[in-house]
């Protein structure tokens, strides 16, 4: 085994399998709604970015480049200014939901470049402007641009034009778990020489002045090069840093002068270093002071055009005598090499060395948005933040049915800037590929989220932070059975201890779902939101008639799929444990209802040979709202195969649906499945094979669903031929939109109208892959419809993975088409390996969109280049220039 691997081996043997130390400091704590202590749920306007830098928060702290123990008591960052910005760049800019065009957005340049399962070894590059920072620019332009044109970015500023800029690269490797060397590199990419500070910033999380009874801690001066901080909880850590300009020491507390207008018991508040830094104010002050709960050495450096100057620091706990010794770089040189051997073993079956540094680049991403979480409702509604009271309004406002929630964990972050929060469906997709990596975190994570502390007794799983009580799609056990497959494949053992785990609580989630998502009890089911936001001409989670009930397909699709899961899971098990037996016939039973539910109670339209929500109004007939979307194609993802090794030893299991079928087919009853001509094999899905096969003629259509990059959320049919249905006087109307979003539903910083989406392309290929596992050359299909081109369905997946790793690939004029406008960027030479993983992508120009660094479902592309690694699909060549 590589060195990392015999770490995470250890790891493994732990309860919660993770190092003490690790990425876990988020990069946005403000605009969260935890620390939203306002009357009126407005946590945008409660702390903006401009106050962040004056407040303390109250669950938890940010940063850039960032590291903190996994209870974040002890924080270290970067802090650098380029001697013209107002503020010191101490954390990320972006526009908060009602200052940006398209809601919230980042609007800085930062890589996630490596990263280890243990962190042993970490790199970050953050792109750091020479000219004033274009704070108001970057705001103003964005408010005065309407929803149907582009962000602007801060690459259209010009500020980047000239190569006027450092690059601030911060490299982490361990000593050992509690010993880490720290390297910032700041390399000047301009012609002429140009100054810039750093302050690398040590502070401890301020809880003292929530809750008396937690002692303060200290950073103290130890001498010129090494400061001690102790904690009564995580002990005494030392930081060792090369000689600076100056030592400043401050106190991490709320400056309420500069908040409210109330004075200061002291000078010594969160924000001092940047009056004294910037206009010198009480800089004496902070020099004398010996102890607080914020430091940084500071070094003020001119570096000359096209140099470098690198400062080393060293956080440990225990005290060395000679922290930069001679050699003491070979601990970055032998950690980048454990890294190298760690991803050998993880990517050999990559022979292209351009795909493998996309797989590893996602994975680094990945376990770079690992953030420590802390939130506990009951608290949050019931305290103040020292600056405003409770208020009766808050007790019976936003999540205030989940006061049973407490969190206090590191979990996987769908992005650490614009989703600092944990959302359901998107951390079992994150699950998959840090299978890859760490599936015994990947596990945990997983099992995590259904704890007690986070389902709700009924069995509800929250959703997300801003509405807990939203409903996400099920996809927990089809991630579970997932990631049980790939450790599988790896280790050539099953998980089994886990599935029977994991299987008790998904019951708990399952039965909620039966006994809430389905009021008329016919196996029709509702959901509401499910993740898509603006996927309809209405927010689905808020009719807008009191007497109207809408039958979703989607939410009726993904509970045939979550049957199946459940099904799967439980015969897994059986074959170890025979008990288990009779939950695997409960599921399957519940998986013929859905089935028989979707295609015979009204929601596939003949005429259109589509699957349709269902819309019924008080007095009128059911409508079917025609739109040509995802909803309809989530019927594809439930789909199984029970082999015949498993009928033959789970003897009750054959006997009963062998009777449930021959019972249904004689009564003329729906039944959903095939059995393959060998008799070896039989097939479940929710869409039988005509039906099938009429969904993937739109599916490979590209004048439809079918793009270069992918399938889109809504079919380009669209584009031509919106949808609009009325509804009592009030026109609603759904139109493509290959990009972002023109509706402001959901804050509009999101779209389902068009764009492409890893996790549905993602389902969608395991899912035809599936199909065509069983149906082999029986079912050939054209591909691309019109192309004359035929292909079984194992072909048809491997084409559109292709399509969506092309996303990330150069074509032959070196542009990837994920970078889309901003190419030009990213084929400079020091920045043609940077890769971005957006939160999805333009549907006809496969231009990255959202958020800017969506490692955790976009992470799905490392697997998806694994899926095709042994066949040898690609080579480093270039795509064809028609894919830019």
């Known amino acids: 085994m590589s060195a990392e691997h015999q770490r995470l081996a250890v790891n493994s043997t732990r309860k919660i399998p993770l190092e003490q130390w690790g990425p876990y400091l988020s990069e946005r704590q403000w605009g969260t709604v935890r620390e939203d202590f306002s009357h009126n749920n407005d946590a945008w306007n409660y702390i903006t970015h401009d106050q962040a830098r004056f407040r303390a928060y109250r669950w938890g702290e940010d940063g850039i480049a960032g590291i903190s123990d996994f209870f974040q008591n002890l924080c270290f960052a970067i802090t650098v200014w380029n001697g013209k910005d107002p503020i010191l760049k101490e954390r990320l800019f972006g526009l908060g939901n009602y200052e940006g065009n398209h809601g919230e957005d980042v609007k800085e340049l930062y890589y996630y470049l490596d990263n280890l399962p243990t962190h042993y070894y970490m790199e970050y590059l953050y792109k750091y402007p020479q000219q004033k920072f274009p704070y108001d620019e970057l705001l103003s332009v964005n408010r005065q641009r309407s929803r149907t044109e582009p962000e602007y970015e801060i690459l259209d500023t010009g500020i980047f034009n000239n190569n006027e800029y450092f690059d601030v690269h911060v490299t982490y490797a361990k000593h050992s778990s509690r010993d880490i060397s720290i390297r910032i590199n700041i390399h000047n990419h301009h012609t002429k020489s140009a100054e810039i500070t750093l302050l690398p910033t040590l502070w401890f999380y301020n809880r003292w002045s929530h809750d008396a009874s937690k002692k303060k801690p200290s950073i103290a001066w130890r001498d010129k090069t090494s400061v001690k901080a102790s904690h009564h909880r995580l002990g005494t850590y030392y930081l060792y840093f090369q000689q600076p300009r100056d030592i400043l020491f401050t106190e991490n507390e709320t400056n309420f002068e500069k908040v409210n207008g109330k004075p200061n018991l002291s000078p010594f508040t969160k924000d001092a270093f940047h009056d004294a830094i910037i206009k010198g104010e009480n800089i004496a002050a902070l020099r004398q002071k010996k102890s607080g709960t914020k430091f940084a050495p500071v070094y003020k450096l001119r570096i000359h055009g096209g140099r470098s100057e690198t400062v080393y620091l060293r956080l440990s706990n225990k005290v060395v005598d000679d922290p930069f010794h001679d050699g003491f770089e070979q601990i970055f040189k032998l950690r980048k090499q454990e890294a190298d051997d760690f991803y050998a073993k993880v990517l050999a079956n990559t022979k292209v060395p351009g795909l493998a540094k996309i797989q590893r680049r996602a994975l680094a991403g990945l376990l770079w948005s690992k953030q420590y979480y802390h939130f506990d409702v009951e608290r949050w509604l019931t305290t103040s933040d020292g600056i405003t009271p409770v208020s009766a309004a808050r007790l019976h406002g936003r999540n205030h049915d989940w006061k049973h929630l407490k969190n206090q964990d590191i979990i996987c972050m ?152 459940m099904m799967d899971m439980a015969l897994e098990i059986a074959m170890h444990d025979i008990s288990f037996e009779d939950t695997a016939t409960k599921f399957f039973e519940h998986f013929v209802m859905i089935a028989e539910a979707l295609n015979e109670q009204g929601m596939w339209n003949q005429e259109d040979k589509f699957f349709y929500d269902t819309l019924s109004i008080a007095g009128s007939e059911p409508l079917h709202l025609r739109i040509f979307s995802i909803v309809g194609l989530t019927s594809l993802f439930a789909v199984s195969t029970i082999e015949k090794r498993m009928l033959d030893k789970l003897d009750d299991f054959r006997k009963r649906i062998t009777w449930f079928e021959n019972y249904r087919k004689k009564n003329n009853r729906f039944w959903p499945n095939e059995e393959r001509s060998d008799g070896k094999t039989i097939l479940l899905s929710l869409v039988p094979k005509e039906r099938l096969v009429f969904l993937l003629e739109r599916l490979l259509d590209e004048t439809q669903f079918l793009s270069p990059w992918g399938i889109r959320a809504l079919s380009k049919y669209h584009e031509k031929n919106p949808f609009s249905v009325n509804i009592r006087g009030i026109e609603y109307k759904i139109q493509y939109e290959p990009g972002d979003s023109t509706s402001d539903m959901f804050g509009g910083n999101s779209n389902w109208r068009g764009p492409l989406w890893m996790p549905i392309n993602y389902i969608i290929i395991q899912s035809i892959r599936h199909f065509g596992e069983f149906y082999g050359n029986e079912l050939v299909v054209e591909c691309p419809i019109g192309s004359g081109n035929k292909m079984n369905l194992v072909q048809v997946a491997e084409e559109l993975t292709r399509r969506l790793i092309t996303l990330f690939q150069p074509n032959q004029h070196g542009k990837r088409p994920a970078h889309g406008a901003y190419s030009w960027f990213y084929q400079r030479s020091e920045n043609a390996d940077l890769v971005l993983f957006y939160e999805y992508f333009h549907g006809d120009t496969g231009a990255g969109l959202g958020a800017s660094h969506q490692t955790g479902w976009t992470a799905l592309v490392a697997e998806l280049v694994h899926s095709l690694s042994e066949k040898q699909y690609f080579t480093d060549e270039p795509a064809p220039a028609d894919k830019q």
């Open 414 to 565: 769908p992005d650490k800037w614009e989703y600092p929060w944990y959302a359901a469906w998107d951390l079992a997709f994150q699950c998959i590929p840090m299978a890859m990596v760490d599936p015994v975190f990947a596990k945990h994570q997983l099992t995590l989220i259904m704890r007690e502390w986070y389902m709700k007794p009924d069995g509800q799983l929250p959703a997300y932070e801003w509405n807990f009580s939203d409903v996400n799609p099920p996809v927990q056990a089809w991630a579970a059975m997932e990631v049980y497959r790939i450790e599988k494949m790896q280790t050539g053992k099953g998980d089994i201890p886990f599935l029977k785990r994991i299987f008790q609580k998904l019951i708990i989630n399952f039965t909620w779902w039966i006994n809430r998502k389905d009021s008329n009890g016919n196996n029709m089911f509702q959901g509401g939101f499910l993740g898509l936001d603006n996927i309809g001409v209405f927010n689905r989670s808020h009719l807008v008639h009191n007497d109207m009930e809408l039958e979703q397909a989607d939410g009726t699709s993904w509970m045939g799929m979550y049957a199946l899961n």
